[in-house]
């Protein structure tokens, strides 16, 4: 059974690095910065020693012996978790089922509909998901350009003419409304059909990014830029609407804009093609792909029935 990872689990943490592989999940931000990693140590061994990281993590452990490390939490709202990093033995492959299996009790229990993870297109842990009751929602590639400068002048149009804004609060509402009208049913059907978990469930590229909305003519929200810069790398994402698809190469300009010269990434999903195409134009390279997986927590109502309530 898995547990709270502990104080007194320090010691077992430095035993328990030699023997662990990569990673078998990671965030999006990790994705961009080159996919799951070694065993932190230092890292768990601080988060031991912290009363609110600790609650976040959990062991498997047999006969004192640490033999799997996992975090999982809330993404930007309660109702929507992710399994952001899942170290195993490795001679333990049997154990990520278990897990898969097990977070699922925590969960539930802090009030989470579903359970996402981002797993490695080639890695066996998608396998062992898909026991558990996790499902694939699309495929996800990350793109990287080795610099700014070379793919904006490769783009060769400015973001001068948009008129982008600063997102506030209010987008909510336009910006959910453009999201189920740019994404396939299925993938809607798995993510959440509320505008809660939508909110929940969103993903941003570090604590401190910016995000800017374009106004069509229309009154109707255009698209979403977010951007975050830091000293070795630009990372950014963009979502437009069908009836914005002319402004794709301004809004990558505007998403490349305000930065330095250092390598630029961003993460595609599957059923975004024209992004992909337009990005390997310009000079970018896809460097890995991932499974975005999730499974859910909640029992879906599959069918209306008419009954009969009291009215006073």
Known sequence: MIRHLHPTDSPRMLQFRP?????????????????PSRFPTAKYATIALSPRAWQSCWVETLRGRIDAV??????SGQQAWEISEFYIRNSKSNLILDLLEQIAVPAGGAGAHRIFARIPTDSNTCNFAQKAGFST????????????RSAVTKLGVTNHSLQLRPRCQSDNGPLFRM????????IRMKT????????????????????WVLDLPTGEVGALIQRSTIRTRHMFNVNWAANAGAELPGLIAAALAETNDVPALTAVPSYRPALADLLVNIGF????????????????????????????
């Open 19 to 35: 023997s662990a592989g990569w990673g078998e999940t990671c965030t999006l931000v990790d994705a961009l910065r080159g996919g």
């Open 70 to 75: 996992l975090r999982a939490g809330p993404r």
């Open 137 to 148: 929602i699309y495929r996800e590639s990350v793109y990287q350009s080795e610099s700014v």
């Open 179 to 186: 999201h189920n009208a740019i994404t396939p049913m299925e």
């Open 192 to 211: 959440g059909q509320t505008s809660e978990d939508w909110v929940a469930g969103m993903e941003r590229l570090a604590r401190k990014t910016s995000e």
């Open 285 to 312: 390279k896809k460097q890995a792909s991932y499974e975005v997986m999730v499974k859910p927590l909640a029992q879906t109502v599959s069918e209306i029935r008419q009954v009969f309530a009291a009215v006073s």
